[in-house]
């Protein structure tokens, strides 16, 4: 299910990885030869993965809408997450979430890989819309989202929400072309 754009690949955290990272960090980077980057995880990912895994352990159609390990394939090191907070709901929505340690930002990589997990996202017919949301001065964040096509929709005291609704394709197949 790995896939790559430009310059980022994608791994989606299955729930061995997950074991891994939360039990031994060291080791993922051990599996996939990479150097060590004392910056990841970060600890909002470390605080998420015992849910994740145990409800990917529930469902394994989950995987792929829950994080996914950001790694630069010409530099072979990691350079954040990204990732869905789940499947879509019952209005076809899913909400988008990321971070790129911080010795990488300010290079695209957040533009980069939001433009393409918003394509596999939009790959699968059961999604409509999805949803962002970044604190009201977090304006590298804002100007990610605004740069791949979502428009805001919420302000919540320091929060902004963001949406991009999916196109209508001319019959276009997608290079994920995957069903859920």
Known sequence: MEFSSARIKFVPITVELA???MKNPLGFY???R???NK???HDGLKAMLPFYAEALEKDSQMLGFGPWIMIDVDQEL???DIGFKGPPDEEGVIEVGYHVVENERNKGYATEAVRAMCEWGFSHDKVCSIEAQCGK???PSQKVL???GFSQTLVNRDMFTFEK???KRNNKKSEFNQEM
């Open 165 to 167: 609704k999916k196109q």
């Open 78 to 80: 990691v350079i954040g």
């Open 39 to 41: 910056s990841w995880p």
């Open 34 to 36: 990479l150097p060590w």
């Open 19 to 21: 074991q891994t990272i």
């Open 146 to 148: 605004i740069n791949n």
């Open 137 to 139: 001065r977090n304006v």
């Open 30 to 32: 051990y599996k996939y």
